[in-house]
Structure formats: C-alpha cells, structure tokens
C-alpha cells in the first residue's frame, strides 16, 4: 500500500461557523486521535483528500504545520448527503509496524453454474487486522460453478500475508440462492380472502 502525502494545519476555531469558513476556502475540517493522545484539530486540502479517499483503507501522511509527520488511516468520513462534498474527516493515528483493525472489500469473480441463481453478499467488507503500512484495499473470492445453496464462510477466503480474520472463522460471508420463479395467484384466491374479511 502506498502512502498519500498531504498538508495539514493546526485549527483553533470550532463551531459550524467556523467549519462553514474551513469548507468556503474548499478545505476539510477533521480530528487526528490515537495512542492517547490528545485529539489534534485539523484542516485539511479538499480536493487531496477526496482524492486520497477513494482508496479504501489508504494511509495518509500527513505533514502538519511543516513540523511534524504522522501516518493516518480514515476512520470515519462524513459528506454532504445532497452534493456529496466532505463535510468532516476522523483519523487515527497508526504507527509502522502497529496492528490495526479495518474492513476490507470482498469483491467476487467468476460465474454462477448456469440456472438464473442469484448471489447474495451476507457481508460487503470483512472486518481483519493488518499492519498499519500493508493493508489490503479488497479481497477476491472465485464464485465460479457454485449452485444454489453453495455459502462461502470468511475462513475460505484467503487472506494476503499478514491479514487476519478479526470475525467468526464461520461467518457467512456471500451464499448462492436459488432463482425465484414468481408464481401466479391462484384462481379465487382474491375472492376467497375478501369473503373472509
């Protein structure tokens, strides 16, 4: 995983207001916690990190006021539900070599034996621990030939070296159902039930 270098300033000003002022000047206000720190009250470039945050779990580096470096991941991100601007960033502070605690992408390849079956994605992200500067965007599991009825549980996944399963071994995470063949009503059915009204 590469590492995204963006700039930082400290802020002193909070409250909408001043939020409203930090998102006019296309910047994102945000919160640096970890490691027991005092959290450390941000503004961050805009346009870097919506870019930055279109890879899942990717670490920032971030360079806060020229005089100090630490290495984040995003743990929560709220954006604009109608525009779709950010609004806030969370981060949390992670050192090299730490073990951190994430959820990762299941994405699937391959086809579904023939027969119109549907696949059904229990869980889209699979909670793991990995090495803060080596986590995984996503994982691929092969679907190819399963019927219906077939599951995939989170311990047949293979996990990248390093990676473990911070869920139940046993979990389903995607199952095959079988393909619904919509019935039509059956004869008098409306009549039956509005006599019994």
Do not use: C, W
């Not at 995983?1 to 998102?23: L, P, Q």
């Not at 950010?86 to 959820?103: A, C, I, K, P, W």
């Not at 992200?125 to 077939?150: C, F, K, M, Q, R």
């Amino acid at each position: 995983m590469s590492e995204v270098k963006i700039s930082a300033a400290t802020r002193t000003e909070f409250g909408k207001g001043a939020a409203r002022r930090i998102r006019r000047d296309n910047k994102v206000p945000g919160v640096l916690y970890g490691h027991g720190s005092d959290p450390l009250h941000l503004t961050l470039p805009g346009h870097e990190l919506l870019l930055a945050l279109r890879t899942p779990n990717v670490l920032i580096a971030l360079d806060i006021d020229g005089e100090s470096n630490e290495l984040a991941i995003p743990k929560s991100v709220q954006r604009d539900p109608i525009k779709g601007f950010l609004e806030h960033v969370d981060l949390q502070l992670v050192q090299r070599g730490e073990t951190v605690s994430v959820e990762i992408y299941v994405q699937t390849e391959g086809e579904l034996a023939p027969g119109g079956n549907l696949l059904e994605h229990v869980l889209n992200t699979l909670p793991v621990e990995a090495e803060a500067t080596h986590i995984p965007e996503s994982v691929t599991v092969s679907v190819e030939g399963l019927e219906a009825g077939a599951s995939i549980l989170a311990k047949d996944i293979p996990l990248p070296k390093g990676t473990k399963l911070a869920v139940d071994e046993d979990a389903v995470v995607i199952q095959v159902l079988a393909a619904q063949a919509e019935e039509a009503p059956a004869e008098g059915a409306e009549g039956e039930s509005a006599s019994e009204a």
